[in-house]
């Protein structure tokens, strides 16, 4: 199942918020969601679609945020950091958590400027959780204190 980075990213995103790892799941989860729904729908079916891609979105994203814990998403924070400062695009990054047996990769596809300057990637994305594998694809820019933000899938 093909799904956003958003969503399998959204431990590096939301880390700092008072929810728990479901709450943090759904949330990206119904954006990513909606955001694929809005892109798939077109006319009056497209607000049907945004809506049914956010509600499925959210479970997804509940299912796997549930299951990821705190190494998992540090292991996977810093994959990606890895990946998008020093790969070469179609370089394959992986990491593993050995206690709960998740695991992912990330791969930068292409690199460019955008209009504001800013260094972005385009990567791909696949995550390992309870035997499920997701995968997913996205942009980040890198932002003026070095680090990456995820901008969208």
């Known amino acids: 199942m093909r799904i ?13 918020c008072e929810t728990t790892h479901q709450d943090r799941g759904a949330l990206l989860g ?7 729904g809005n ?4 006319g009056r079916g497209q607000a049907v679609a945004t809506f049914a891609g956010a ?8 299912a796997v945020g549930a299951r990821m814990d705190e190494v998992d998403r540090m292991k ?27 695991s992912g990769s990330v791969a930068p596809v292409r690199t460019y400027q955008n ?3 800013q260094y972005c990637r385009e990567f791909q994305q696949t ?18 204190d070095g680090s990456w933000r995820i901008m969208g899938g």
Do not use: K
Not at 30 to 36: E, H, K, P, R, S
Not at 91 to 97: A, D, F, M
Not at 127 to 144: D, F, S
């Open 4 to 16: 956003s980075s958003l969503l399998i990213a959204a431990a590096l995103l939301l880390s700092a």
């Open 115 to 117: 209009a504001q300057g």
């Open 30 to 36: 119904a954006a990513a969601g909606g955001i694929l």
């Open 55 to 62: 509600v499925a979105g959210a479970a997804i994203g509940q």
């Open 76 to 102: 996977m924070g810093q994959a990606n950091h890895n990946a998008l400062e020093h790969s070469r695009a179609g370089e394959v990054t992986r990491w593993t958590n050995p206690d709960s047996g998740h």
């Open 39 to 42: 892109q798939i729908g077109s």
């Open 127 to 144: 995550i390992t959780v309870g035997g499920q594998t997701e995968q997913g694809h996205g942009t980040a820019c890198r932002q003026p």
